[in-house]
């Protein structure tokens, strides 16, 4: 069975610093990992993904997540953080075995950027 | 954004009554799921499909039901609604599967009285 933790429910941090929203996963084989945010009163939006490759992956907003396979972990960092990127984030993962690209979803953890 | 809607967005009904829920895609993807958002629970899903007339169930797909006639439709249907049901629904679709990402619909949220 495949399972993600998001070991923080909320993560504070000041506009202008950098900010990590952790998430380590379990799955069979290699790992297919996705983040996404949800802003107030809205659907989830697609971040970014790691399939193969670059441990460093690129997104949306000037996101990016680095991928740590000894760790299993999948960490979300930006290295400037803004007010508006206040929201719910999730973390996914899917495996290669996986059925109809069932993900499994992390419980969020809620960023709060103040100024 | 990717064209996904759903409806209705708002529903209270009451208990032991049948409620249906719709999600509509103009992707023509062929992966659609229904999750259910709860506090603390994050995402959890409860059916999904991977083409027309195929389907199958996800961790709490007890007290549901779906139908899939079209590509473009995705039918959720609370057999009879208990309190417990009471959630925000959420579908998605993907193109692919595994590997590819999902994309969201704006969310039904359900009130059962």
């Known amino acids: 069975a495949q399972s993600v933790a998001q070991p923080e429910d909320q993560v504070n941090v000041a506009e202008g610093n950098p900010l990590t929203v952790k998430c380590t996963y379990s799955v069979s084989g290699n790992p297919y990992l996705f983040w996404y945010v949800q802003y107030p009163n809205r659907g989830l939006q697609f971040l970014l993904k790691?399939?193969?490759?670059?441990?460093l992956v690129k997104g949306s907003y000037g996101f990016e997540a680095e991928f740590n396979k000894s760790q299993t972990s999948f960490h979300l960092k930006k290295p400037s953080a803004l007010v508006s990127d206040s929201a719910l984030y999730f973390c996914?993962?899917?495996?290669?075995?996986?059925?109809?690209?069932?993900?499994?979803f992390g419980d969020g953890t809620t960023l709060t950027v103040k100024p | 954004d990717a064209g996904i809607t759903q409806s209705p967005r708002h529903k209270v009904t009451e208990t032991g009554t049948p409620v249906t829920l719709r999600c509509h895609q103009t992707e023509n993807h062929r992966y659609m799921y229904w999750y259910r958002q709860d506090p603390g629970h994050g995402l959890r899903l409860i059916h999904y499909?991977?083409?027309?007339?195929?389907?199958d169930k996800g961790e709490v797909s007890d007290g549901y039901s779906v139908s899939r006639s079209k590509t473009e439709d995705f039918l959720l249907t609370l057999e009879s609604a208990t309190s417990s049901q009471t959630s925000v629904y959420f579908c998605?679709?993907?193109?692919?599967?595994?590997?590819?990402?999902?994309?969201f619909g704006p969310g039904t949220r359900l009130t059962v009285t």
């Open positions: 499909s991977y083409g027309v007339k195929d389907t």
């Open positions: 998605a679709i993907s193109e692919q599967g595994v590997n590819y990402e999902q994309y």
């Open positions: 996914a993962v899917s495996g290669p075995g996986t059925n109809a690209g069932k993900s499994t």
């Open positions: 790691y399939i193969t490759g670059d441990n």
